[in-house]
């Protein structure tokens, strides 16, 4: 257990439909990052926080995607109108903010979209 | 972003040494090394990072080439667990908003 949380584990959904997925990061890291990673490839950088505002977001994520971390604290990626390509591993890690440290990874949420 | 260049497999047998090696020519004086592993079905986890000198922490030890442009995870003796997937990476210290950069890392295979 790193301490960074997801919630949830699994979801399946139907193409369409909306879902929200959660991350509870280590409560003193003001860094929050959200990345997503299919089979056989290294996870992909989609958005990163600190403390509550959202500085960088990657060409990657399209308008269906959106993501929140209110008050700095727990964060919330949306995906809205969901295709079979979002069908991933999404995955949230949280770092104290200093460059020359760790990040903390959770164990994912996966989203498979039928 | 700086680039790094890693082998997709190896292999080693368990309580042998391994040495998992990465390419990173176009390194900056400020680009700071890091090495995570992701085990199956896992989120990655950090194992070791370092600028210019070698590094040992109680996972692996790290070796960098007096250039930079190349440096080498070492496991001293490979056990089941250890296998993984291994990312290298390259972290800017001028930009510390800087986010890890996964490219396809080496998928390590550590037989009984």
């Known amino acids: 257990d790193t301490g960074v949380s997801q919630d949830p584990r699994h979801k399946i959904t139907k193409r369409g439909q909306n879902v929200t997925f959660r991350c509870d990061p280590i409560s003193e890291h003001n860094r929050l990052y959200w990345y997503r990673q299919t089979l056989g490839q290294g996870p992909e950088f989609l958005t990163y926080?600190?403390?509550?505002?959202?500085?960088?977001k990657s060409r990657l994520l399209s308008d269906r995607f959106s993501a929140e971390r209110p008050k700095g604290s727990f964060s919330t990626l949306e995906i809205q109108r969901t295709e079979q390509g979002d069908s991933a591993m999404y995955l949230c890690a949280s770092e104290v903010g200093m460059v020359v440290t760790e990040a903390f990874f959770g164990q994912g949420t996966r989203l498979t979209v039928v | 972003d700086a680039k790094t260049t890693q082998p997709n497999s190896m292999e080693s047998n368990e309580e042998e040494p391994v040495h998992l090696p990465c390419n990173h020519s176009t390194i900056s004086g400020t680009d700071y090394i890091h090495w995570y592993r992701q085990l199956p079905s896992q989120g990655p986890e950090y194992v070791i990072h370092?600028?210019?000198s070698n590094v040992n922490n109680r996972m692996a030890s790290l070796a960098i080439a007096e250039d930079r442009k190349s440096s080498t995870l070492i496991l001293h003796r490979a056990t089941l667990r250890d296998a993984a997937v291994y990312y290298c990476?390259?972290?800017?210290?001028?930009?510390?908003?800087?986010?890890?950069?996964f490219g396809t890392g080496t998928r390590l295979q550590v037989f009984p």
């Open positions: 370092g600028l210019t």
């Open positions: 990476i390259l972290r800017d210290l001028l930009y510390n908003t800087d986010k890890l950069i």
């Open positions: 926080f600190q403390n509550e505002a959202q500085l960088e």
